[in-house]
């Protein structure tokens, strides 16, 4: 697959990690995405592809491209073959400037583009991106449409703040000594959070915990779990299996045969450092 990203520039770089293009044939039709600390926006320019979350019995088909807020438990994405888009990955405050509704509204609940800009506004940014010249050229466009659309969100700096000191810790901070430290109520930073964010504070470190725990596992290597849990702070390993079923939809062994099967499959793939085969 063709993959081309950058991080964008001021006043973007702030609220996202980058922005991208992806083309070609997937590694696998359906691959399981993780829970993770990671808004994510996708302008679809080919087929239709399917998502299917925790709580949905069927998968649905999103033509134009779907908008994902802070997801708390891992889905299913269906790639068409071959598949072409361009999209975005948020910081976890980053994607709230561009929403008409709270990012909790979107929480395991992923909307297409046209619900939330608006079915000529997403024809049109589909059409400009489908006859661009090169990738770059679409990444340009993107980054212009969406400076465009930024707008003031209530609460972003003390959410932004706060989600860095969550993130830098790996998600080992204590929550209440954070508002404590922002001279805020529990009840106003939680309330900030969930428009914002999507989830709560102390959601949103446990997936930096699980995430940072789980991404420095080498899965090449024998693993020995209770010392993986102990190490990230969890009370015992039954709790680290439940939240590691909840986030991946996967037991710890049952990931690790899954991991070392992409990387075996698909070595240096440009999807190979998050998503799961799930076929």
Known sequence: MDYVSRVPGPPLDGLIDDIYYLEGTPPYSRLMLPAAPAPLLIVNLGAPFLIRTATAAEAVHYADGCVVATPTRAWEFGYPTPTRSVGVHFKPWGLAPFLPMAAAELCDRPATVEHIWGQRAAAELRHRLTTADAPHDMLRMLEDELVRRLRPVDGLDLVRHLSIAIAETGGAVPINDLGVAARASSTYVAKRFKEVVGVTPKRLARSYRFTFTV?????????????????????????????????????????????????????????????????
């Open 215 to 279: 991404l420095a596992i080498d899965v090449s290597a024998p693993i020995d779990w209770g010392d993986v849990a102990a190490a990230a702070g969890y009370f015992d390993q039954a709790h680290f299996v439940h939240e590691f079923r909840e986030f991946t939809g996967l037991t710890p062994t049952r990931y690790v045969e899954v991991r070392r099967r992409f990387l075996r499959e698909h070595p240096e793939h440009a999807l190979e450092g998050w998503p799961l085969p799930a076929d």
